[in-house]
């Protein structure tokens, strides 16, 4: 949900809402990058939050290392202390929230696809920001968008174009 719709349905602030790097998991082509959401609450509420992956992580496929796990935060004001105070809410929980208080939601990240070579991660991946991939790989989606086709009836722009863009470099 856009943060702005978020802002005027309910009695909330986003304080963030960005990429959690690094949680996709290791591989030959990097899982994705899952988000991290900041909400702090305006005024007193019942809070209920479903999610999953809090406890297993992603895995990764055919060699892929897994993704991170998940995780959902509740950081409440310590009036008596006059600090905070983290409790991780697991992945299924309904609490009751005072104004100020805040939840960090940190979805997970994917599994990795493909086998690390030599141990490590292929250098030349566009989760790296290898800018001549990143490239590489808007030009073959444009083709792709225009009817270009590959070789073998693939569409340029397909996993095995970049598998094989890789094996080049």
């Known amino acids: ?17 960005s990429l959690r ?5 290791p591989g030959r082509w990097r899982g994705g990058d899952g988000v991290i959401r900041e909400l702090e609450f305006l005024r007193p509420l019942t ?3 479903l999610s999953e992956r809090r406890c297993t992580d992603v895995p990764g496929l055919l060699g892929g290392e897994r993704g991170a796990r998940g995780r959902n935060l509740l950081v409440k ?20 929230v005072a104004a100020g208080d805040c939840l960090r939601i940190e979805s997970p990240g994917g599994g990795g696809y493909g086998a ?11 989760a790296a920001g290898d800018a001549a991939t990143v490239a590489w790989m808007f030009e073959r989606h444009r ?10 009836g693939f569409k340029t722009g397909s996993v095995r174009e970049f598998e094989r863009k890789q094996v080049e470099a």
């Open 21 to 25: 790097a690094g949680s996709g998991g």
């Open 143 to 152: 083709q792709a968008s225009q009817g270009d086709t590959g070789k073998g």
């Open 116 to 126: 690390v070579e030599g141990g490590e991660v292929v250098a030349r991946q566009a």
């Open 47 to 49: 809070v209920s939050i």
């Open 77 to 96: 004001l310590d009036q008596s202390r006059r600090g905070t105070k983290t409790i991780s809410l697991g992945g299924k929980a309904t609490v009751e």
């Open 1 to 17: 949900t856009d943060p702005e719709i978020l802002e005027r349905r309910y009695p909330v602030a986003v304080k963030s809402f």
